[in-house]
Structure formats: structure tokens, C-alpha cells
């Protein structure tokens, strides 16, 4: 995903708290997603924000968004075995009508 | 029963060779797309079609075809494979809300190796 850039590879405990970050390009992009893919599976939508708001909280997802420094990050607390996956990062840019997505962080978790 | 469907789920096929991905939807979805996904770039997109009468090229279209046959089904063709186009492939379909939001359900991808 060309300009919607996410780092590669993130490992942390089972137990710890998970940020993946997330840059974006356009201003003007009204909704931001998160979505997660399981080894072998295709794309589910974890959340999303509005660009009017600052912080999403779903359970254990808090999405943060920094509209000033076009920056996202999703935070998953308590993170388990289970939300091993990668996790993409996705925006509707201006003049397009569908999805950008960032290159997708591949999130490992160690017992 | 799974809401996106897509075969075959594996294909292995060799350079110059007529390939078609299908893709069904029981989402009553409007909305359908065609993604590739490679290692280290995401998802790319390369055709979207809003409705039947649709059909928009997306980043990377060259060497692809779409047809949209009907509200449910979206098919991908590749003319004549070339082993650049080894990826995986992605349908999804997804249907705006009156708010704006444009959710996107991905069906679970065909694995496509061009020798």
C-alpha cells in the first residue's frame, strides 16, 4: 500500500500490551480500519474510526488516532496466543472508492 | 455457509495460460473488489465494480480482466499468466452506509502459482 506505511513485524509476551502503528497520507480520509488476517484466512475487520474522533475503545482494541501527525495506532491489552496474525491498516483517500491498505504488521506472540 | 466465496482455492498453472478466479457473495452487497496480495506490499487493488454496469480499474490492472455477471458474482481473468502474477488473490465485497462507513468482508483467498 503505497504512503500508508506500517512497520513489519512487532513481537511481544503473552500477557503484554500490543501497539501497531500506523501512518497514513490524506487529510481529508473520513474513516480509518484495522483489520486483522489469520495465518491461511482472508481479511476480518477488527475496528475502525471516525476522523472526528481521538480514541476508539472496543474490549480489549483502543484505536488512537493523531489526525494532526496523520498517525493510527491499535493497542491490544492483555494480548494472547490467539491475536497472532497480521494486522493492516486501511483508509479511503479523496478521489479514490476503495480501500489503501499499509503493507500489514505482523504481530507474534511468545508464551 | 461462508458470505464470500472464491475458486478455486489453489491453482497452479504454467506462463501463457487463460486463468479465471470466481467470486460469490450472499451479502446482497452491491459493492465488489479484486485484491492481490504479495509479501511485504498488502493489498493491492486491481479492479472494483460498484454495481452490475460498473467496472473500474484499480492500482495494478494491467495483465487483468474483470466480469461482473451479476449482483453476487465477480470473476478475475488472467489473459495470459506470466509468473509475476504468483500471488495470493482476494474478493471482497462490502455495502456504504448511509454514515459513510464502506466495511469491506474479504472471502478466504486463491493461492495462484504461475510456473
Known amino acids: 500500500g503505497e504512503d500508508v506505511e506500517q512497520s513489519l513485524f512487532l513481537s511481544v509476551r503473552e500477557g503484554d500490551s500490543s501497539v501497531i502503528n500506523c501512518t497514513y497520507t490524506d487529510s481529508s480520509s473520513t474513516y480509518l480500519y484495522w483489520y486483522k488476517q489469520e495465518p491461511g484466512a482472508g481479511l476480518q475487520l477488527l475496528t475502525y474510526i471516525f476522523s472526528n474522533m481521538d480514541m476508539k475503545q472496543d474490549q480489549r482494541l483502543t484505536v488512537l488516532l493523531n489526525k494532526k501527525d496523520k498517525h493510527l495506532s491499535l493497542r491490544i491489552a492483555d494480548t494472547q496466543t490467539g491475536d497472532s496474525a497480521i494486522y493492516f491498516c486501511?483508509?479511503?483517500?479523496?478521489?479514490?472508492?476503495?480501500?489503501?491498505f499499509g503493507s500489514g504488521t505482523r504481530l507474534q506472540v511468545q508464551p | 455457509d461462508a458470505d464470500v466465496t472464491q475458486t478455486p482455492r489453489n491453482r497452479i498453472t504454467k506462463t501463457g495460460k487463460r486463468i479465471m478466479l470466481e467470486c460469490s457473495q450472499t451479502?446482497?452487497?452491491?459493492?465488489m473488489y479484486w485484491y492481490r496480495q504479495d509479501p511485504g506490499l498488502g493489498l493491492r487493488l486491481i479492479y472494483y465494480?460498484?454495481?452490475?454496469?460498473?467496472?473500474n480499474k484499480g492500482e495494478i490492472s494491467d495483465g487483468y480482466s474483470v466480469s461482473r455477471q451479476a449482483q453476487a458474482k465477480f470473476s478475475l481473468s488472467l489473459e495470459s499468466a506470466i509468473p509475476n502474477q504468483t500471488a495470493l488473490y482476494f474478493c471482497?465485497?462490502?455495502?456504504?452506509?448511509?454514515?459513510?462507513?464502506?466495511?469491506?468482508?474479504f472471502g478466504p483467498g486463491t493461492r495462484l502459482t504461475v510456473l
Open positions: 471482497a465485497t462490502s455495502e456504504i452506509r448511509t454514515s459513510g462507513r464502506d466495511t469491506q468482508y
Open positions: 465494480s460498484f454495481d452490475v454496469k460498473d467496472i
Open positions: 451479502k446482497g452487497h452491491d459493492r
Open positions: 486501511a483508509e479511503v483517500r479523496r478521489g479514490r472508492r476503495a480501500l489503501t
